[in-house]
């Protein structure tokens, strides 16, 4: 960014003050914001100061940060930080705004800077001979679609050629600025496609019947058993490649296989209950173990273990590898008993409670 200077002290006014209305706004804006948040008002009142007298002044500056009870060099970082703020008199008519950013660029913005170079400056921030116009070329203003485009205080103008902002600027001039149609200077509303819609073009289509409603289980098995693979015989590259087959074929030889195998998973993935490597249990005693103290059991999973007849310390000590993973899997904590070795810390609970295990693990349990 160029470095921005407030003007000549020549051109600056000795004073500034709000008009009756603008001071009124001001102080209602002010007052929108929390105790002692005053000063997040800065953007709003130096605005309004621009809009009242066309350029932010020193003295305004000075203004604000009185009204706000900021320090002046404050409030002047604010105005010459932000770009939207003129720090020198501009056109009092017009102060046209060039985008120059790529869209506009390429769509001919070049082309528009000449003009203002011609009827207004050749330099920009620069006024006309009658102080009544004025340019800059500016960075993207959101009109990328319609571009080249400039803005002119508040009001944008599109999809302009080189002789329409000539006209737009010769009206401008002559005092005609609020007659001037802003917007597309082209047949199109907005951004709207130019020449009108392509689609969407019929004004009353027919609302579209609702689809059949299906139950639930319905639309899972549509979603699980594709239709297109319904009923096809396997080909040969499939019968010889695991790779090439369906999911719902390999789901049915996986089953089929697991029951040769003599799996007794249950249905979901869980290890059957009638599992051979099942740890026995015992009847619940008058007086369990608190099994919480293991690391990685919280009162869920405690909950779950009493169900399976796990009651105490000792039990879990004595689990073997393949007891183990029965219960891993029955949990399913994806290996967190051999992670967080139930096995050692119910051996020191069983041994000699919190302080056998404090000598172990030199910590207390949990």
Not at 114 to 121: A, E, L, T
Not at 141 to 156: E, H, L, R, T, Y
């Amino acid at each position: 960014m160029s470095v921005r200077r407030l003007a000549d002290e020549a051109v600056q006014p000795a004073s500034f003050a709000f008009s009756k209305e603008n001071a009124d706004w001001a102080l209602a804006t002010i007052n929108k914001y929390p105790k002692g948040r005053e000063q997040s008002a800065v953007i709003p009142l130096l605005m309004r100061a621009q809009e009242q007298d066309g350029w932010v002044t020193k003295a305004a500056i000075e203004k604000v940060a009185e009204m706000l009870g900021m320090a002046y060099i404050r409030v002047l970082e604010v105005a010459t930080f932000y770009t939207q703020f003129q720090l020198k008199p501009v056109g009092t008519r017009a102060h046209v705004q060039v985008c120059g950013t790529t869209p506009c660029m390429l769509r001919g913005a070049e082309d528009l800077i000449k003009v203002c170079k011609s009827k207004i400056n050749a330099e920009p921030f620069e006024l006309n001979a009658d102080g009544t116009l004025s340019w800059e070329e500016v960075e993207c203003q959101g009109a990328c679609v319609n571009a080249p485009m400039v803005m002119i205080f508040k009001d944008s103008f599109e999809d302009l050629t080189p002789a329409q902002l000539e006209e737009i600027i010769d009206r401008f001039e002559a005092g005609e600025g609020a007659s001037v149609k802003p917007g597309p200077q082209v047949d199109r509303i907005y951004s709207a496609p130019i020449g009108g819609l392509t689609s969407l073009t019929d004004p009353d289509p027919a609302p579209a019947k609702p689809a059949a409603k299906r139950s639930e289980k319905a639309a899972e098995a549509a979603v699980s058993t594709p239709p297109s693979n319904a009923g096809r015989a396997k080909t040969a590259a499939e019968e010889t490649n695991p790779a090439l087959k369906t999911p719902a074929t390999a789901k049915a030889e996986a089953a089929a296989n697991a029951k040769v195998k003599g799996d007794t998973r249950a249905e979901g993935g869980k290890p059957s209950l009638e599992d051979k490597n099942r740890p026995a249990g015992i009847e619940r005693p008058a007086a369990p173990d608190d099994l919480k103290l293991i690391s990685g059991v919280g009162p869920k999973i405690e909950g779950t273990l009493h169900e399976l007849g796990i009651f105490t310390y000792a039990q879990v000590a004595a689990w073997k590898k393949a007891e183990r993973e029965w219960v891993d899997g029955y949990l399913n904590f994806k290996g967190r008993i051999e992670r967080d070795d139930w096995v050692k810390q119910a051996k020191a609970l069983a041994k000699g409670g919190e302080a056998e295990y404090i000598r172990v693990f030199g910590k207390k349990p949990r």
